[in-house]
């Protein structure tokens, strides 16, 4: 059964960079998308970004500038950079895998839906607070 | 489009079965997948692709999709389903990117 774990420093300060790592247990790393999302206190899930096993990226546009998600295979990490944080950073930041593909033709067909995506393992979160 | 709207809360009696929806440009293209959310959790994905159910998630939940529109349906609602419910899907507009919904606050009265 895979699972991720993940970790990384819970009280930062304005400015500093916030780093996170998610470890894959149990499971392939190649044909997935891992993604970090995140959910302010209250409020809903947003999604940062993610990464597939050959280091390709896709970012939330609106954190684009600040973020950078990285991968290290050997090790079965993925690791999550947000520079330059405020108190808006504050959150509970998610590691999750991400699963994508075609539909076959028959559903296609029937629906007119392409394409399936959903994120199906998540890390039990990680508290992270930015407060001078 | 790369948004996706859902009903801020929704309320069901014990037993009575409750739909929640999602709407978006992108769900003409893909698949809504749902997740459940209880507080102090981390989401936990309930259906996936056409009406899949993840491994130990009861057949109360079902998912079906017409349009720009994906519905979670929980037919027989219990208390333990009160939690958040988020959609979720990929932008369709050729912007690799992963869209949620705002959440909906399900409330078994």
């Known amino acids: 059964q895979v699972q991720l774990q993940q970790w990384g420093a819970g009280l930062l300060k304005p400015s500093e960079t916030l780093s996170l790592t998610c470890t894959v247990y149990g499971g392939s790393f190649s044909g997935y998308y891992w993604s970090w999302i995140r959910q302010p206190p209250g409020k809903g899930l947003e999604w940062i970004g993610e990464i597939n096993h050959s280091g390709s990226t896709n970012y939330n546009p609106s954190l684009k500038s600040r973020v950078t998600i990285s991968v290290d295979t050997s090790k079965n990490q993925f690791s999550l950079k947000l520079s330059s944080v405020t108190a808006a950073d504050t959150a509970v930041y998610y590691c999750?895998?991400?699963?994508?593909?075609?539909?076959?033709?028959?559903?296609?067909?029937?629906?007119?839906?392409?394409?399936?995506?959903?994120?199906?393992?998540w890390g039990k979160g990680t508290t992270v607070t930015v407060s001078s | 489009s790369s948004e996706l709207t859902q009903d801020p809360a929704v309320s069901v009696a014990l037993g009575q079965t409750v739909r929640i929806t999602c709407q978006g440009d992108s769900l003409r293209s893909y698949y809504a997948s749902w997740y459940q959310q209880k507080p102090g959790q981390a989401p936990v994905l309930v259906i996936y692709g056409k009406n899949n159910r993840p491994s130990g998630i009861p057949d109360r939940f079902s998912g079906s999709s017409s349009g720009n529109t994906a519905s979670l349906t929980i037919t027989g609602a219990q208390a333990e389903d009160e939690a958040d419910y988020y959609c979720n899907s990929r932008d369709s507009s050729g912007n690799h990117y992963v869209v949620f919904g705002g959440g909906t606050k399900l409330t078994v009265l």
């Open positions: 999750a895998r991400g699963a994508v593909g075609r539909n076959s033709v028959v559903v296609v067909a029937a629906t007119g839906l392409s394409y399936y995506y959903y994120m199906d393992v």
